[in-house]
């Protein structure tokens, strides 16, 4: 394909270009079901269960109805990580959403969805992810009152600069990071479920339109359900690793939100939910007493894992983009002895640093919401397509059709419901951004106009960076 092509054509040769050795570079296959697990969970369990309750129970007006949407999102994220498990053992490429409509639709939407993930998506979830590890890990210093906005922002960006340093070392010590601190949060939500628990055997509970943003609040703390589509070239046995590690990560994610949701509505009435910055910190104070600090520590150490399993997938979006000849040539390389792509998960980190000095934590969910299920529905018309037009294509796993029509229909009214009911002129902009990306498809992707000079900062780039070209996994 002219993709493949202007890997071999257009990428800048130099002394380490592995095409001229015996040996050629690649990421390693490091990623187990253990791993695959946290990677899932890991990233799913990070921030939104701690802040997003409140807004649930803000846009459905009673706790009856918004566990009932935590249900629902857990269901949504189930299924489409089923239908996105197919999909990773037909194309056992890494990349997710990306490499899936590069192959199945074509380069040109392919570029469009690489161009506002890179950019905007992924650094924006990132980005959402690191504030709420701030505002945890900085509330202990500032009892009884809000904590400086400059402050809590200053904890993100060094939280994004430790990510970057760890994940461009080593991929063996990221993901050892993630299953250590998966463990971590799995204790905090289990202390706050035999908390809720013993405050309802004894007795004591507080409390006996806006559906599509109270989905956006809830999915966001499942999201992460589809992270392992993005390292299928690191997984052992990725036809296996892939559907298991969804079926176990995604039922005990939803379970255990389930159970910390009931218990905060134990502790709290509706009107202290919705009053609370940080819900679990509330929780802690009400339950725990003078052991109350666990929960924000706690919290802390299951946001930063979180945002490590977010800033691991992200930046292999943007190094398979490269690699595909849609980012710079840079982008797609990696470091010639630690084997991590670290020009993309520097650039990654760059553009996060940006989101987290412009944006707030709901501002950026709801952006992020909007444009991730976006694509996820297109991604999901792919998946139907090679089921219905290509049913001969080796598959190891295959999910029953039902399931992926649910969650094109859901992706659908997700897209649709806040753009007929609150109407707001943020959507438009977002749109707009999506198309601005046809500017630079045609003259940089489709004509291949490059300036003379990006070659050479290219080339000293490599040098510095110490990095040179891939190629794919032998999945």
Known sequence: STMRRRMTTDSPRSSTDPSEGKEKLRLKQEVGLISGVSLIAGTMIGSGIFMSPEWVLHHMGSPASSLLIWAACGLLAMFGALSYAELGTIIKESGGEYIYILRIFGSFPAFLFAYTSVILVRPAGLAAVCLSFAEYAVAPFYPGCSSPQVVIKCAAAACILLLTVINCLNVRLATSIMNVFTAVKLMALLVIVVGGVVLLAKGQTQSNGAVGVAFYQGLWSYDGWNNLNYVTEELKKPEVTLPRAVMIAIPLVTCLYLLVNVSYLAAMTPSEVLSSGAVAVTWGDKVLGSWAWLISLSVALSTFGSSNGTFFSGGRVCYIAAREGHMPDILSMAHVRRLT??????????????????????????????????????????????????????????????????????AVYLVLAPIIDQPQM??????????????????????????????????????????????????
């Not at 760059?350 to 412009?358: D, G, K, T």
């Not at 999901?380 to 089921?387: A, D, E, H, S, V």
């Open 426 to 475: 943020e959507i438009l902009y977002i749109v707009l951004f999506i198309f601005s990306g046809v500017i630079l498809y045609f003259p940089l992707v489709r004509f291949k106009c490059h300036p003379h000079f990006l070659q050479k900062v290219t080339l000293h780039l490599q040098l510095f960076l110490e990095v040179a070209p891939t190629t794919r996994g032998e999945n």
């Open 341 to 410: 792509p670290s020009p993309a998960l520097l650039f990654t980190s760059a553009m996060s640093l940006i989101m987290v000095i412009s944006g707030s934590f709901t501002s950026i969910v709801n952006f992020f919401s909007f444009i991730a299920w976006f694509f996820y529905g297109m991604t999901i018309t792919g998946l139907l397509y090679l089921k219905i037009k290509k049913p001969e294509l080796p598959r190891s796993y295959k999910v029953p059709i039902i399931i992926p029509i649910i969650v094109l229909m859901a």
